[in-house]
C-alpha cells in the first residue's frame, strides 16, 4: 500500500474539497427585497438624485492627482493620503472594480500588482503576497471592514465564503510586507482591508443582473434611506450561480456552486464629533465536488463601531463584532477508512479599541488593545479529525507606534505590537520606519519589521487516522504541541512619485529572512510497514526571498489612462543543518518568479466605456511531496465593454481569460488539475 501523497497543501485534503450541490436557495436575496420595500413605505422618501462619479465611471472624474489624494488607514491606522503613505500599498478604487468587470473579491483583487491571485477550480482561489502561495497560504491578513475574515483552523482564508455587493466597496487597500506592529499575528506577508462604502452614500435603489458562461447567472439589489435626521440605512442581497469548471482532458469537473448573500448598514451622525456604525451579514453557499460529495457555508456577523473626536489632533474608535462560520466538508476514503464529513463551526468575539493624539509638536501617538475569543467545533471525519474537538482561544494584544517628526519633511516611526495567544505565549513584533518627503510629490521611505505567523489548529490539533492495525502507522499526518511561531525579519525600501498632472509610480524592494517554516518530519524509520509515517509538523525549514514591486499610471488623453504593473520575486527555502523535511522544503512556496500587467481605460464617445487588462504569469514550480511540478507559464486578456444610454443606466459585456480556450493556474500535473476556462457574460444595472 503506498502512502498518500504529501503535495502543496501539507496533506489537508479538506481545505480544497471545499465543493457542493448546485442549490438555488435565494432566501438572502428575497429577505433583503421584501425588506426593502417595507422599509420603503415607512421610511422617509428619498428624492432621486443624479448618479455619483462611481455609477458613471469617468476618468475624468478621478484625476491622476485624485488618485494620490486618496485617503488609506491600513497603514497608520488613521487616515493619510496615498501619497504620504509610507508602506508598498496599492489602492483597488471601487470604480477600478466596477469598470474591471469582476464579479467577486478574488476577482477584483486581480487589480493589485503586488498579490500573486491564481484560481484553482470554479470556487476555490488562491491569493498571496511575497510568496507562500500554497493551499494552506497563512500569512496573509485579510479584514473587511475591520472584521478579519480568517479561519483559525489554518491561519488562511476560505475565499468563496468572503462576499458583497461589488457595487457598494468603497476600496480595497492592498499593503505587500508585514503589517504585524498595528495589525498583529498573520500579517506577515502582507494586510488586504477592505472598505465598504457608507450608508450615506449608498441612497436609493440599486439593481443588478446578468449571466453567461461564467456566472451563469447573477442577480442583485441594494436600497438606502433615512431612518432620521443624521441616520442612514442600507440593505442588499445578491445571489450568484456559477457554472463549473473542466479538467485537462476536457470532461467537466463537476464543481459547479452558487451563494447567496444578503445584509445592512446603518451610519448615524448625531453631532460632529461622533459617529456609530452597526452593519451584519448573512450568507450561505453550497458547492459540488468532483467525487460526488456536496460541501456548505454558512454564517453571519453583526458588527458596531463608536468614532469621537476630541478634538483635531485626537480621536479614539471602539469596534465589536460577533462572526459565526458552519463548514461541511465531504471528506473521501482513505486507506481503510471510510469516507464522512468534516463539519466546523466558529464563533468568534472580538473587540478592539484604538487612540489617537498628538503630543506636543513632533509626535503624532497611535496606541490601543484588544480581545478575541474563540470557540471552535470540528465533529470529525473518519480520515480527518482535530484534537481536541472543542477549542476555546483567548488572544490578547496591544499595541503603541509613535510618528516622530524629525525635520518638516523628515519622520521616523517607531512602534510595537505585543500579543498573548494559547500556543505560544507572548509575541513582540516591533518595527521602525523613515520617511523622507524630498518633495512635495515624491517621496522615499524604508522599513525594518519583525513579524510572526503563529500556530493554527492545523500546526497543532490535526490527526489524519489510517485505521489500520498495528504494525501500520495509525496516521498519516498529525500536528505537534511543539509547533512554534513563524518568524520574518523584512527589510523594505520604496519610492512613490506623482510626476507631472499625468504620471504617478511607485516602486518598493525587499528582502525577507524566514525562520521556523513549517515542514513535515518522519517520526519513525522509512521502511516497511510504518513507511516513516506519521509525518508530523515541525519548524525545519529556513530561508530567504526578495524582489521587487514596480506600478505606474498614466492618463494619455483625458479619455484613455493606462496601468502597468511587475513584480520579481526570488525564493530560496531550505532544510536547516541536521534537520529533515520530507518534501524538500518545497511544500510552502508555489509562486511565480516574474509578474506583469498592463491595463487600459477608455471613456469612449456616446458613453460608451472599454476596460482591457493584459497579465502574464511566469511559471509555477509546486509539489507532491518530494516530487517537484510545474503550472506553465502563460498569458490572459479581460475585456469590458459597457454602455451608459441613460446617466443611470448602463449594460455591459465582459470576456474573461480570452487567449485560450482553457488554461491552468495553479495545481500538480495530475488528472485532477483543473483548467480555468474562457467565459462571457452581460450584465446590466440600475440606480436610482
Not at 76 to 87: G, I, N, V
Not at 288 to 315: E, I, M, Q, V, Y
Not at 332 to 345: C, I, K, M, Q, Y
Not at 666 to 671: D, N, R
Request: some cysteine; glycine content about 8%.
Amino acid at each position: 500500500m503506498s502512502p498518500k501523497p504529501i503535495g502543496n497543501r501539507g496533506g489537508i485534503n479538506f481545505v480544497s474539497r471545499r465543493r457542493a450541490a448546485r442549490q438555488r436557495p435565494m432566501i438572502a436575496l428575497c429577505s433583503a427585497l421584501i425588506l426593502m420595500r417595507s422599509l420603503q413605505a415607512q421610511m422617509e422618501p428619498v428624492a432621486p438624485t443624479e448618479p455619483d462619479a462611481s455609477s458613471v465611471n469617468s476618468l475624468k472624474d478621478l484625476s491622476i492627482e485624485d488618485l494620490m489624494n486618496i485617503e488609506v488607514t491600513s497603514v497608520a491606522r488613521q487616515p493619510e493620503k496615498l501619497q504620504d503613505a509610507p508602506s508598498a500599498i496599492q489602492v483597488i478604487t471601487g470604480d477600478d472594480i466596477q469598470r474591471s468587470g469582476a464579479t467577486s473579491i478574488p476577482e477584483a483583487l486581480r487589480l493589485a500588482d503586488n498579490l500573486d491571485v491564481a484560481q484553482q477550480n470554479s470556487h476555490d482561489w488562491d491569493i498571496s503576497a511575497r510568496g507562500f502561495n500554497t493551499d494552506l497560504a497563512n500569512k496573509l491578513l485579510v479584514m473587511i471592514d475591520g472584521r478579519t475574515v480568517y479561519t483559525p483552523l489554518f491561519s488562511g482564508v476560505f475565499w468563496n465564503a468572503q462576499d458583497y455587493l461589488l457595487e457598494d466597496i468603497d476600496r480595497i487597500e492592498v499593503i505587500s510586507g508585514p503589517g504585524g506592529t498595528l495589525w498583529g499575528a498573520n500579517a506577515v506577508n502582507g494586510v488586504i482591508n477592505i472598505t465598504t462604502k457608507s450608508a450615506k452614500d449608498t441612497q436609493g435603489l440599486y439593481v443588478e443582473g446578468g449571466g453567461g458562461s461564467q456566472p451563469q447567472d447573477f442577480i442583485g439589489a441594494r436600497y438606502g434611506g433615512i431612518i432620521a435626521p443624521n441616520i442612514y440605512y442600507r440593505i442588499y442581497g445578491k445571489y450568484t450561480d456559477w457554472n463549473h469548471e473542466d479538467f485537462g482532458n476536457g470532461t467537466a469537473a463537476n464543481d459547479a456552486w452558487d451563494q447567496g448573500q444578503g445584509g445592512f448598514r446603518i451610519d448615524a451622525d448625531p453631532s460632529p464629533d461622533n459617529k456609530f456604525t452597526v452593519s451584519g451579514d448573512l450568507y450561505s453557499d453550497t458547492e459540488n465536488d468532483p467525487s460526488g460529495g456536496l460541501a456548505k457555508n454558512s454564517g453571519g456577523n453583526l458588527l458596531g463601531r463608536w468614532s469621537h473626536t476630541f478634538s483635531s489632533d485626537s480621536d479614539m474608535s471602539l469596534q465589536m463584532y460577533y462572526d459565526r462560520t458552519h463548514l461541511l466538508d465531504p471528506e473521501a476514503a482513505d486507506f481503510s477508512e471510510p469516507a464522512g464529513v468534516l463539519a466546523d463551526t466558529l464563533d468568534t468575539y472580538d473587540v478592539d479599541f484604538q487612540h489617537h493624539f498628538h503630543l506636543g509638536d513632533h509626535n503624532n501617538i497611535i496606541w490601543g488593545a484588544g480581545y478575541r475569543f474563540t470557540d471552535d467545533t470540528v465533529e470529525p471525519a473518519p480520515t480527518v479529525t482535530f484534537l481536541p474537538n472543542h477549542l476555546d482561544q483567548s488572544l490578547y494584544s496591544g499595541f503603541l507606534q509613535d510618528e516622530i517628526k524629525l525635520a518638516e519633511n523628515l519622520s521616523f516611526t517607531l512602534g510595537s505590537k505585543l500579543e498573548h495567544n494559547d500556543y505560544t505565549g507572548w509575541e513582540v513584533e516591533p518595527s521602525a520606519r523613515l520617511q523622507w518627503n524630498a518633495t512635495p510629490k515624491q517621496m522615499f521611505w524604508a522599513a525594518v519589521s519583525r513579524a510572526v505567523r503563529t500556530p493554527s489548529r492545523i500546526d497543532e490539533d490535526l490527526r489524519e487516522p489510517t485505521g489500520l492495525p498495528t504494525p501500520f502507522p495509525s496516521s498519516i499526518l498529525d500536528g505537534s504541541t511543539d509547533f512554534v511561531s513563524e518568524t520574518l525579519i523584512a527589510y523594505e525600501a520604496g519610492y512613490r512619485a506623482q510626476l507631472g498632472t499625468k504620471t504617478t509610480t511607485s516602486l518598493s524592494l525587499f528582502y525577507n529572512d524566514y525562520n521556523n517554516i513549517r515542514s513535515t518530519t518522519s517520526t519513525t524509520p522509512a521502511a516497511p510497514p510504518s513507511f516513516g509515517f506519521p509525518l508530523v509538523f515541525q519548524n525545519n525549514l529556513e530561508g530567504q526571498t526578495y524582489g521587487l514591486e514596480f506600478t505606474a499610471n498614466y492618463q494619455l488623453f483625458d479619455w484613455w489612462r493606462l496601468h502597468a504593473g511587475y513584480d520579481l520575486l526570488k525564493e530560496y527555502l531550505r532544510i536547516k543543518p541536521g534537520q529533515v523535511d520530507f518534501n524538500n522544503a518545497l511544500n510552502e512556496t508555489s509562486d511565480p518568479e516574474q509578474q506583469w500587467s498592463l491595463r487600459s481605460s477608455m471613456d469612449l464617445p456616446h458613453n460608451v466605456t472599454l476596460d482591457s487588462a493584459l497579465r502574464w504569469v511566469d511559471t509555477l514550480h509546486n509539489n507532491n511531496g518530494p516530487t517537484p511540478g510545474t503550472v506553465p507559464s502563460y498569458y490572459e486578456l479581460e475585456v469590458r465593454l459597457g454602455w451608459h444610454p441613460v446617466s443611470n443606466f448602463e449594460i455591459a459585456i465582459v470576456g474573461e481569460n480570452l487567449l485560450h480556450a482553457h488554461h491552468y493556474e495553479y495545481g500538480f500535473p495530475s488528472a485532477a488539475r483543473e483548467e480555468i476556462s474562457r467565459s462571457f457574460m452581460v450584465k446590466a444595472s440600475w440606480q436610482y
